[in-house]
């Protein structure tokens, strides 16, 4: 159950209620896409890193180890450590990102494996008995996330499409979660906003999805080719016509820029792979600015990458160290990163709730809009 605390602007302060925890949102999910964040991060570590909610990806854990595996294992949590929220995604990305291995029907998706290339079909019940075979918290409703710009006669038909795959996902979680043999009976469902970027669409959708009364509700299908501006007009256009007593969470985004535009815009919920990904290639969020490690500017800097940051490689490591391991090509040198820019996200979203709470939102996102999108 979503609680709002209190608001500025648009921006909302709340906490989301589950089986697994309370979530104080805004909030950043850390990307988990197999069950571990990649640069030998574990769930251990998050709770260092003040990680509140772990991402894991339905398609990719169907393919290995398999969905039935974990949920003889006992489901998500036990098999990889992480005691708080799981939101799962529905496959429905893939959808997206393997459009040359894909064919759409009404009644699903065929894939073809990226891995070997067998044949596989995904469609809202499977998507929906994959998830609760994996008992996260979330699921995520089985929506197809189409490319920007798109034509409209295209755009309109998959929007509706999504919406009668809601509705069939809504159908098989309620059967799931009646089930003895379910692992998480609490299950909860988000339904997903579509529309490309027609504003007509994607207000027509939205209305649409809130009326089945989910758990919470996604904006799908930005940031995947359209400008960032194009991306804040949609999130306006769409936020008003978004339950006020539900989460709302912006899908696969993003910067810290587009964060803090989005929270401005009444966002609560985020993830995205750039955090752990930029790290990876020394990429590195600061509150100066962005840094890449890998320039020989600091081969002799004793400072740590953040002077500010309390997470564990600023308080045990300096920018030369991390620079000789990029170069050097030692694996620690992605697990520093990726732990550092993984807490800086996590902490930036602390930051917001702290400004919201004191009444100091308008000044902190003039002053941080200008500073988190700063290269150095």
């Known amino acids: 159950m979503y609680h709002l605390i209190k608001q500025e602007g648009r921006a909302r302060l709340g906490d989301f209620g589950t089986v697994h925890g309370t979530v104080h949102m805004p909030a950043f999910m850390n990307v988990a896409t197999c069950g571990a964040i990649r640069g030998a991060v574990s769930a251990y570590d998050l709770k260092e890193l003040h990680c509140q909610v772990q991402l894991c990806n339905t398609y990719h854990l169907h393919l290995r180890p ?55 079909f995904m469609g809202p019940e499977e998507s929906m008995r994959i998830q609760s075979h994996l008992a996260s918290t979330i699921a995520m409703a089985f929506d197809e996330c189409v490319e920007n710009p798109s034509p409209r006669p295209y755009v309109e038909a998959s929007a509706a499409r999504t919406v009668r795959w809601l509705k069939r996902c809504k159908t098989e979680m309620e059967r799931l979660n009646g089930l003895e043999t379910t692992l998480n009976p609490k299950q909860m469902l988000f339904g997903i906003n579509q529309g490309g970027t027609f504003a007509d669409i994607r207000i027509d959708h939205m209305k649409e999805i809130a009326a089945l009364e989910l758990d919470g509700y996604a904006i799908g299908g930005l940031a995947v080719g359209e400008p960032a501006e194009v991306m804040y007009e949609i999130i306006q256009a769409v936020e008003p016509h978004m339950p006020a007593d539900k989460p709302r969470y912006l899908m696969g985004v993003g910067t810290p820029v587009n964060i803090l535009e989005a929270v401005y815009r009444g966002v609560d919920l985020f993830d995205c792979v750039m955090p752990s990904r930029n790290a990876r290639h020394g990429h590195l969020f600061t509150s100066e600015g962005i840094i890449n490690l890998n320039n020989a500017k600091y081969r002799l800097d004793e400072r740590p990458i953040d002077p500010v940051c309390q997470c564990p490689a600023c308080q045990r490591h300096s920018r030369a160290y991390l620079h000789h391991l990029f170069k050097s090509g030692e694996m620690l040198a992605m697990r520093l990163a990726v732990m550092h820019n993984l807490y800086f996200y996590n902490t930036l979203m602390e930051r917001i709730r702290t400004a919201l709470a004191e009444d100091r939102f308008e000044s902190f996102y003039r002053e941080q809009r200008e500073v988190l999108g700063k290269r150095i």
């Open 66 to 120: 398999g969905d039935e595996n974990v949920n003889t294992l006992g489901g998500l949590h036990r098999f990889t450590g992480w005691d708080g929220p799981i939101l799962t995604d529905s496959g429905g990305f893939q959808v997206f990102s393997l459009s040359q291995l894909r064919k759409i029907t009404e009644e699903g998706v065929h894939f073809r494996s990226h891995i070997d290339g067998h044949r596989i």
